[in-house]
Structure formats: structure tokens, C-alpha cells
């Protein structure tokens, strides 16, 4: 800045003032009204960011620049490149470049031009994509009765950066009551509702908001929770061999981690097993109880196990099978 002030001041201040103390006054005053706009706006101009356009893919794309009076038309350029070399498809109008059923090649960085001083009138850094498709939402209580876990998707990529709405009632008819479903983070396609309440006949209604600069789509999902109970599997399932039991496998597993209450809210467990070697796998169950023996087996074959667990009230859903976990019973040496 010190370097700057004299010719700054120079330009204006030479006003034939009586002494130079009082014109030292006059120059500092003059500096502080004018430095601020007119020293810095040189320096920043190049480091302007090229202004934004987001249109839609597909569509009859307006690139707006207005010919000058004096000129019969201006010149536009791509990614540096006179346009009319760069693209095939295009139409020059009063208004602007039209770019018709744009396409995602046609991205890039538009310029026009004065066609006589080649000045840069307009500059359009352009992006394009689709609006976002209505989001599929699938919410479940895998830690009932704390959470509920809701996640969702596009039907189809979208190409642009695309933000999610998450927001929630309790009960169709709840006026002002949209209480956010928290994301893990901006962006994110998950969010949580912490705060359930149990039992009630009344449903929820989730509405996932798609948000881009060309569209937004909006989706909701209603539901009871205990209609969309499912666990996790069930965790670290052991088989193991019973001393001086041929035909038997003691089976051991733990309630999901993420079932925060299991005292209080219990779970009951499926059992499937396969002999190795055989087709259809045998499936039993309920049992209460994380342990079981299974009996009746052949002596020295692999049995391959897995498990599945609900809530014992039997609302809402089994989860997934758990990993495999497998086992031959004990064998005379
Ligand atoms: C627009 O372009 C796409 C391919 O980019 C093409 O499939 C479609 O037929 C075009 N539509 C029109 C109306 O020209
Ligand atoms: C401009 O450059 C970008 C980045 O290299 C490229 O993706 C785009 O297709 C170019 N646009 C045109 C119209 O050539
Ligand atoms: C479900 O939500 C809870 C609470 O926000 C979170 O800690 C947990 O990671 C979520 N689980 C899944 C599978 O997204
Ligand atoms: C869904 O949320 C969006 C964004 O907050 C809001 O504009 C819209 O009105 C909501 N729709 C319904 C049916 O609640």
C-alpha cells in the first residue's frame, strides 16, 4: 500500500493549496476517500472467478451477452478457442450463443469478445445436468426404541452437486411441526431420528428434499415404527464340537451391538444350517435364548451355520442372515 499512495494521490491532489502542511492534510484525507476503490480494483479484476451457469443437459442452453451497438456481432470463444472452431452445434443470436440440446461436452468456459478490440465483455464458466429424480427412501429401527435410520438414493446421477432436505412429522395433520432428521454430515444421503415415540397409531412422515441448481424433487415416506423394526444380525456366532458327542454342535452368538436394550426389548433367533456337500439349507427356530445344540447330526460332515434375529413382540422384520460361521462335531481319535 505505501508504495501505491503517491500515484494515487499524484493524479488528483496537486491542487494549488497555500502551505504544505495543509496540502500534506488535504493529500492523507484524499488517500483515505480514493485508495479504497480506486489503488485496489486493478489488482483484483484478474483474480475474479468466472461467473456460474448451471443449465440443464438436454435442453436449448442461452449463453447471454449482448452485442454491442457500434458492432455487427462479437466473437465467442471455448476453453480459450474461437467457438466457431471448437463446436459443430451452435447458433449465434442478439441474445447470446444458443447451444441447442446441450450436451455434457459442451462444459467449459465461455467468453465473448468485442469483435474489433477483442475486450472480453462476458465471461460464463458453464455447467450442466439433470434435475434430481424423486429419491427412493427406506427408513428402519435397527436400535429400537432409540433411532430410526433412514438412508436414500437418486434413480439416476444427476451430474451436479445435489443437496438433501430431511425433515419430519409426526402425524399427517401436524401444522409447523417439521422437525429436522439430522445428516451426518451436509450432503450426506443418511439421516436419524432420535427422539421416537412408542406405540403411537399415528404415523411419521419423512420428506427427503433433492436440491440442485436446476431442479429439486421431493420424496416422503411414511411409517410406524414398530412396523419397521429389523435388527442387525446377530454377532460373533460360534460352532463348536461337544466332547464325546458325535452327532452334536453347540451353537453361541450375541444380540446385535446396535440393539441398545436387549433386557428390555428382547430378540428372538432363526437358525439355518447346511451339511456341507448337501443342497437345501434347514431353517429353525424362534428360540429366545443366544445359544443352541444341534442334535441328530452326521458324524465327521461340516456344517456351515447362520443366524437371524427379531424382536420378540414380533413387530417389523428379521435382519439379514449373519456371517457364516461353521463346524464338525466331535470325532473319537
Ligand atoms: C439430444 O441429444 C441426445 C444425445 O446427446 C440425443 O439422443 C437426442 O435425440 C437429441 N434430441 C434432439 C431433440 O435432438
Ligand atoms: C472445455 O474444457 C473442459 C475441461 O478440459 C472439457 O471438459 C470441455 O469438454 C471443454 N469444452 C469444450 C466445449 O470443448
Ligand atoms: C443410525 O443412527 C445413529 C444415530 O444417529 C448413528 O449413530 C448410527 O451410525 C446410524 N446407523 C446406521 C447404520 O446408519
Ligand atoms: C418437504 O420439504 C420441502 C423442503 O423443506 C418443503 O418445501 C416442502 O413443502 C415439504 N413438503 C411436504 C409435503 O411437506
Given at each position: 500500500?505505501?508504495?501505491?499512495?503517491?500515484s494515487?494521490?499524484?493524479?488528483?491532489?496537486?491542487?494549488?493549496?497555500?502551505?504544505?502542511?495543509?496540502?500534506?492534510?488535504?493529500?492523507?484525507?484524499?488517500?483515505?476517500?480514493?485508495?479504497p476503490?480506486?489503488?485496489i480494483?486493478?489488482?483484483?479484476?484478474?483474480?475474479?472467478?468466472?461467473?456460474?451457469?448451471?443449465?440443464?443437459?438436454?435442453?436449448?442452453?442461452l449463453?447471454?451477452?449482448?452485442?454491442?451497438?457500434?458492432?455487427a456481432?462479437?466473437?465467442?470463444?471455448?476453453?480459450?478457442?474461437?467457438?466457431?472452431?471448437?463446436?459443430?452445434?451452435l447458433?449465434?443470436?442478439?441474445?447470446g450463443?444458443?447451444?441447442?440440446?446441450a450436451?455434457?461436452?459442451?462444459e467449459?468456459?465461455?467468453s465473448?469478445?468485442?469483435p474489433?478490440?477483442?475486450?472480453a465483455l462476458?465471461?460464463?464458466?458453464?455447467?450442466?445436468?439433470?434435475?434430481?429424480?424423486?429419491?427412493?427412501?427406506?427408513?428402519?429401527?435397527?436400535?429400537?426404541?432409540?433411532?430410526?435410520?433412514?438412508?436414500?438414493?437418486?434413480?439416476?446421477?444427476?451430474?451436479?452437486?445435489?443437496?438433501?432436505?430431511?425433515t419430519?412429522?409426526?402425524?399427517?395433520?401436524?401444522?409447523?411441526?417439521?422437525?429436522?432428521?439430522?445428516q451426518?454430515?451436509?450432503?450426506?444421503?443418511?439421516c436419524?431420528?432420535?427422539?421416537?415415540?412408542?406405540?403411537?397409531?399415528?404415523?411419521?412422515?419423512?420428506?427427503?428434499?433433492?436440491?440442485n441448481?436446476?431442479?429439486?424433487?421431493?420424496?416422503?415416506?411414511?411409517f410406524?415404527?414398530?412396523?419397521?423394526?429389523?435388527?442387525?444380525?446377530?454377532?460373533?456366532?460360534?460352532?463348536?464340537?461337544?466332547?464325546?458327542?458325535?452327532?452334536?454342535?453347540?451353537?453361541?452368538?450375541?444380540?446385535?451391538?446396535?440393539?441398545?436394550?436387549?433386557?428390555?426389548?428382547?430378540?428372538?433367533?432363526?437358525?439355518?444350517?447346511?451339511?456341507?456337500?448337501?443342497?437345501?439349507?434347514r431353517?429353525?427356530?424362534?428360540?429366545?435364548?443366544?445359544?443352541?445344540?444341534?442334535?441328530?447330526?452326521?458324524?465327521?460332515?461340516?456344517?456351515h451355520?447362520?443366524?437371524?434375529a427379531?424382536?420378540?413382540?414380533?413387530?417389523?422384520?428379521?435382519?439379514?442372515?449373519?456371517?457364516?460361521?461353521?463346524?464338525t462335531?466331535?470325532?473319537?481319535?
Amino acid at each position: 500500500m505505501r508504495m501505491m499512495i503517491p500515484s494515487c494521490v499524484m493524479d488528483g491532489a496537486q491542487a494549488p493549496f497555500g502551505t504544505s502542511r495543509m496540502r500534506w492534510t488535504v493529500q492523507v484525507v484524499l488517500v483515505l476517500l480514493t485508495c479504497p476503490v480506486s489503488c485496489i480494483a486493478d489488482s483484483t479484476t484478474e483474480e475474479d472467478p468466472w461467473p456460474l451457469q448451471h443449465s440443464a443437459l438436454g435442453s436449448d442452453v442461452l449463453l447471454r451477452c449482448a452485442v454491442p451497438a457500434e458492432a455487427a456481432g462479437v466473437e465467442w470463444r471455448v476453453n480459450g478457442t474461437s467457438v466457431a472452431t471448437a463446436l459443430d452445434v451452435l447458433m449465434a443470436t442478439e441474445d447470446g450463443l444458443v447451444l441447442p440440446n446441450a450436451s455434457l461436452a459442451q462444459e467449459g468456459d465461455y467468453s465473448c469478445h468485442h469483435p474489433a478490440s477483442g475486450e472480453a465483455l462476458r465471461r460464463i464458466r458453464l455447467r450442466l445436468g439433470l434435475p434430481p429424480g424423486k429419491p427412493a427412501i427406506e427408513c428402519w429401527a435397527i436400535s429400537y426404541p432409540q433411532t430410526v435410520n433412514c438412508t436414500w438414493s437418486l434413480p439416476a446421477d444427476v451430474h451436479l452437486d445435489t443437496e438433501f432436505i430431511a425433515t419430519y412429522r409426526h402425524g399427517v395433520w401436524a401444522k409447523g411441526g417439521e422437525t429436522e432428521c439430522v445428516q451426518p454430515a451436509a450432503g450426506a444421503s443418511s439421516c436419524s431420528i432420535n427422539d421416537v415415540q412408542l406405540f403411537s397409531i399415528t404415523p411419521y412422515v419423512l420428506n427427503i428434499t433433492a436440491v440442485n441448481p436446476v431442479g429439486t424433487a421431493t420424496s416422503l415416506f411414511h411409517f410406524i415404527v414398530e412396523h419397521i423394526i429389523r435388527p442387525d444380525p446377530p454377532e460373533d456366532l460360534q460352532v463348536s464340537a461337544i466332547p464325546s458327542e458325535s452327532k452334536k454342535l453347540l451353537l453361541e452368538w450375541k444380540p446385535p451391538g446396535s440393539w441398545p436394550l436387549p433386557k428390555y426389548f428382547p430378540l428372538k433367533y432363526l437358525i439355518r444350517y447346511t451339511r456341507q456337500g448337501t443342497g437345501s439349507p434347514r431353517t429353525i427356530g424362534p428360540y429366545e435364548q443366544t445359544s443352541f445344540i444341534l442334535t441328530g447330526l452326521r458324524p465327521g460332515a461340516i456344517y456351515h451355520v447362520q443366524v437371524a434375529a427379531k424382536d420378540l413382540s414380533d413387530y417389523g422384520e428379521y435382519s439379514a442372515w449373519s456371517p457364516q460361521a461353521s463346524g464338525t462335531p466331535w470325532k473319537r481319535r
